[in-house]
């Protein structure tokens, strides 16, 4: 069993998340995680209105009475979506746990505090760590360059981002970037992290809902196939490498504007990748650690391998390579 401050603070029995994942967090699982001792989180801007968010939550709980979360990323947008109905669902619901991601979730707090639920924020830097610890969160999840989806601009690995916020940080933190299996899970801990959130690793398992060609695809790629897009738009993201983001990095590269690329990365096109098995039918989020990945299991298969393998390491490999005298 590991047992770290951040399976004590958030009451789960393994140091392992499933984070927000847009089109992937849904409720089949997010509680197949929670069964198997994890922390999943479902988004809840891939349920198109509040009250689906609601019945997703219900679905969830119809599955799992183990504990579980809803990721809700605030971003700026022309047409914003109802992110304070959104934040009203997830507290009359009754969830204890929120993921929070994109801008400042202060104005949230105060809501969240007050129904006993506990903040876990997500971020790209140390700077960024410190201000979500010092408005009051629970805990902070540090991505390093190495994620998928939106890794920040100052390309910080994981080798160097942990140990440096673990070094400045007082609240318990979880690693994200590059982790896939119970050689990343015992270095995160190495490094001073109190627990690993995986995506990538999440979306390749039997009850992740998407297509089986993406997670076969998954399987096949190495960790070189992945590309940056909107680099020159200051708004990095790390997507698997096709048609479509081979295209969008040429434009970026010719001078174009986001007007120029918006209809090839629209998250509809994405979403049809996900559901429909078209690789290249448009962006879709993968990490570098794709080349790690290399089964498909159940999340159950997948966390109680990791947690083995890992006290495994800890106990045998690394205490053999300490000698006295």
Same mark, same amino acid.
């Given at each position: 069993? =590991?047992? #770290? ?40 801007? #891939? ?12 679905? #969830? ?6 504990? *579980? ?5 605030? =971003?700026? /947008? ?9 934040? %009203?669902? @997830? ?78 940080? /007082? @609240? ?29 690793? *999440? ?41 479509? /983001? ?19 990365? /629209? ?15 448009? @962006? ?30 800890? #106990?045998? %490999? ?8």
């Amino acid at each position: 069993m =590991l047992h #770290t401050r951040f399976t004590e603070t958030f009451g789960v029995a393994h140091p392992i998340v499933q984070g927000g994942m847009q089109w992937v967090g849904r409720a089949e699982l997010v509680a197949a995680v929670a069964e198997a001792g994890g922390l999943g989180f479902i988004t809840a801007l #891939t349920q198109p209105t509040p009250e689906d968010l609601r019945k997703e939550i219900a679905r #969830t709980r119809e599955l799992t009475d183990k504990p *579980f979360g809803v990721n809700l990323t605030i =971003l700026p /947008s022309i047409n914003p979506p109802p992110y304070e109905e959104y934040a %009203r669902v @997830i507290i009359d619901s009754g969830v204890k746990i929120v993921e929070t991601a994109g801008s400042n979730p202060e104005p949230f707090l105060p809501a969240y505090r007050a129904a006993g639920i506990k903040v876990l924020h997500k971020c790209t830097s140390v700077r960024h760590a410190l201000k979500a610890q010092r408005i009051g969160v629970d805990g902070v999840s540090i991505d390093g360059f190495e994620c998928a989806g939106h890794p920040g601009e100052d390309d910080i690995p994981g080798l160097v981002l942990i140990p440096a916020a673990a070094r400045e940080l /007082s @609240i318990p933190m979880i690693a994200s970037g590059g982790i896939a299996d119970a050689r990343g899970l015992v270095a995160a801990l190495a490094l001073g992290a109190d627990g690993v959130n995986m995506g990538s690793r *999440f979306l390749c398992t039997q009850e992740s809902a998407i297509d089986q060609k993406v997670k076969e695809r998954i399987v096949a790629n190495s960790e070189r196939d992945t590309k940056l897009i909107f680099r020159t738009m200051h708004n990095t993201a790390r997507v698997a490498d096709n048609e479509v /983001s081979r295209k969008v990095v040429e434009i970026e590269k010719a001078g174009g504007t986001f007007d120029d690329v918006r209809e090839l990365v /629209s998250g509809a096109r994405g979403r049809t990748v996900y559901e429909n098995g078209d690789i290249d039918a448009g @962006i879709w989020s993968v990490g570098l650690c794709q080349g790690l990945i290399h089964d498909i299991p159940s999340c159950a298969e997948l966390i109680s391998r990791m947690v083995a393998e890992a006290e495994e390491l800890i #106990t045998q %490999r690394l205490a053999a390579a300490v000698v006295t005298g």
